[in-house]
Nanobody, 124 residues
Framework: QVQLVESGGGSVQAGASLKLSCAFSGGDFRDYPMGWFRQGPSKERTFVAAIAGNGIKTYYGDSVKGRFTISRDNGKNMVYLQMISLQPEDTAVYYC?????????????????WGQGTQVTVSS
């Protein structure tokens, strides 16, 4: 059974950086494309970033391009989200997800597995 555990969230000031981590277990990690999504207060879940199983291709939501970087370490079964220049609108619970069934990795409905989420709060 695949399990995902996020960590690295916290409360920061605007302009700060954070790095989220997601630990994967229960499968051959290299076979799993991975994604990050977020859900802000009273907002729908939105796509943040995704990465192919081999780490070569990455995808980003428009609101985070140029500020967030997704990466993975297949030797450690980890996926990361480096976030810089954080703004209050980045405040959300961030979720790690694995194995999208759709070719469009931005479609959250298609992901097979989800973590429990980690809170990121950015104050102005």
């Amino acid at each position: 059974q695949v399990q995902l555990v996020e960590s690295g969230g916290g409360s920061v000031q605007a302009g700060a950086s954070l790095k989220l981590s997601c630990a994967f277990s229960g499968g051959d990690f290299r076979d799993y494309p991975m994604g990050w999504f977020r859900q802000g207060p009273s907002k729908e879940r939105t796509f943040v970033a995704a990465i192919a199983g081999n780490g070569i291709k990455t995808y980003y939501g428009d609101s985070v391009k140029g500020r967030f970087t997704i990466s993975r370490d297949n030797g450690k079964n980890m996926v990361y989200l480096q976030m810089i220049s954080l703004q209050p609108e980045d405040t959300a619970v961030y979720y790690c997800a694995a194995l999208p069934r759709s070719d469009d990795y931005s479609e959250g409905w298609s992901y097979e597995y989800w973590g429990q989420g980690t809170q990121v709060t950015v104050s102005s």
